[in-house]
Nanobody, 115 residues
Framework: QVQLVESGGGLVQPGGSLKLSCQAS????????MGWYRQAPGKQRELVAV???????NYADSVKGRFTISRDNAKNTVYMQMNNLKPEDTAVYHC?????????WGQGTQVTVSA
């Protein structure tokens, strides 16, 4: 099992930046998949950026070149730097970890991109 706590969301103007953090309650070194999903009002939850098989990364096409996922195993934390934010990035961002084929989710952090 693992508990995940997100932070770093907020209100930002278009073109701005935010950095999200996901603090895990245990070591993330051996977690198969860990990363970020988001859910906008009235839409399904979608993958944003994840680590798979430890170090491989996968990004949604809509965020490639703007978002960067990173990790600090010593701090049990995964980050996501979000640059050049757009109004369509507005959503609740959830941290996810897949352990032994079970998915664990954080409560989410709101990101609002608006002028």
């Amino acid at each position: 099992q693992v508990q995940l706590v997100e932070s770093g969301g907020g209100l930002v103007q278009p073109g701005g930046s935010l950095k999200l953090s996901c603090q895990a309650s245990r070591s993330i070194f051996s977690i198969y998949s860990m990363g970020w999903y988001r859910q906008a009002p009235g839409k399904q939850r979608e993958l944003v950026a994840v680590f798979t098989s430890g170090s491989r990364t996968n990004y949604a096409d809509s965020v490639k070149g703007r978002f960067t996922i990173s990790r600090d195993n010593a701090k049990n934390t995964v980050y996501m730097q979000m640059n050049n934010l757009k109004p369509e990035d507005t959503a609740v961002y959830h941290c996810n970890a897949e352990i032994d084929r079970r998915n664990y989710w954080g409560q989410g952090t709101q990101v609002t991109v608006s002028a």
